[in-house]
């Protein structure tokens, strides 16, 4: 069993900064990829940002690079900092990680930006 637990959400204010947080447990020592999506209310759930164990990173076009991912592999966790805060960013956000064929969700954690 992979456990993927997120934390770093909550209330942010617009044009600020929240760092989220994921760390991966359980029977696993290493990863491929690991990456964040998000829902917002009422829309379909979207690719964020990944990166894998070697620090290639992919970001949806819509980041612009305001969202860097990083990692640490020797603890299988990875982060997202969230710079710049828009209003649209208030989502759930959720880790994925990737290991061959098998991949595996957190339960999500909530960010909400507003004034």
């Known amino acids: 069993q992979v456990q993927l637990v997120e934390s770093g959400g909550g209330l942010g204010q617009p044009g600020g900064s929240l760092r989220l947080s994921c760390a991966a447990s359980g029977t696993i020592f290493d990863f491929d990829v690991m990456g964040w999506y998000r829902q917002a209310p009422g829309k379909q759930l979207e690719f964020v940002a990944r990166?894998?164990?070697?620090?290639?990173?992919t970001y949806a076009d819509y980041m612009k690079g305001r969202f860097p991912i990083s990692r640490d592999s020797a603890k299988n966790t990875v982060s997202l900092q969230m710079n710049r805060l828009k209003p649209e960013a208030t989502a759930v956000y959720y880790c994925k990680l990737l290991k061959g064929a098998l991949g595996f969700w957190g339960k999500g954690t909530l960010v909400t930006v507003s004034s």
């Open positions: 990166i894998t164990s070697g620090g290639s990173t």
